[in-house]
């Protein structure tokens, strides 16, 4: 089957999921360039050849970078000053590939054949300990990235959306979990008094209305799913 559009320009970008060019991830760029809604020169992970290999995919001409989304640079990977990390994990929260190790108060590490060099782990750090070091000497663009870092990168990327969706099933199976059981402890309950009754009905009206919610927006998810699994 050929690949779409957006699946050529989808392989041709460095898969940093880094945001620069104006979307949340990769994917959606290219969704984007395909439809024509975004220029094929927001890339500066990419830069100046990451722009011709998309040109030549669309039949356009190559244009400049566009350096209001970043300039192409030489390639860093994020590294944490051990003496100043609180252990906030808000760095862990903000990285698209699973690129830093480490738990609530304790000092976290970076795995730098991981990290992309997205430096949206930088902002977050309310400490400041994270500084982007240049690690290609020189080389930039897709001079300072390969194919097989690209290809790993997205693979990343793919595992920690799957996890975090499946860690928020999970956490939501919980949750109506015990909203089932706390529905059946209530149901149990003696009512002697009318405005006791009242007050029981109410608290199970309100925990069925939650049951009821989860369930739908379980199968909201599952209907969402079911595309990319096909894809």
């Not at 089957?1 to 990769?26: H, I, R, V």
């Not at 400041?128 to 194919?147: F, R």
Request: charged share 25%.
């Amino acid at each position: 089957m050929p690949l779409s559009l957006a699946d050529q320009l989808e392989n041709l970008l460095p898969q940093t999921q880094c945001t620069k060019c104006g979307y949340p991830a990769c994917r959606p760029y290219a969704e984007a360039m395909a439809d024509g809604s975004a220029s094929y020169n927001q890339c500066p992970p990419g830069g100046q050849e990451g722009v011709a290999r998309l040109a030549h995919v669309l039949g356009k001409p190559v244009i400049p970078l566009d350096i209001t989304h970043g300039h192409e640079r030489v390639r860093p990977v994020a590294v944490i000053d051990e003496a100043y990390c609180i252990g906030c994990t808000l760095c862990i929260q903000a990285c698209p590939v699973d690129a830093i190790l480490g738990a609530p108060k304790q000092m976290h590490a970076i795995l730098p054949d991981l990290c992309t060099g997205c430096d949206l782990c930088v902002a977050p750090c309310p400490v400041d300990c994270i500084s982007m070091v240049e690690v290609t000497h020189g080389k930039t663009g897709w001079d300072a990235w390969t194919q097989q870092q690209a290809d790993q990168a997205r693979r990343q990327f793919h595992f920690r959306q799957d996890r975090l969706k499946r860690e928020k099933q999970e956490n939501d199976d919980r949750l109506a979990a015990k909203a089932a059981a706390k529905l059946k402890t209530i149901s149990a309950e003696p009512a002697l008094a009318p405005e006791e009754v009242q007050a029981q009905e109410r608290k199970k009206a309100i925990i069925a209305a939650a049951i009821e919610r989860a369930r739908l927006k379980k199968l909201e998810n599952d209907n969402l799913a079911k595309p990319e699994e096909k894809k």
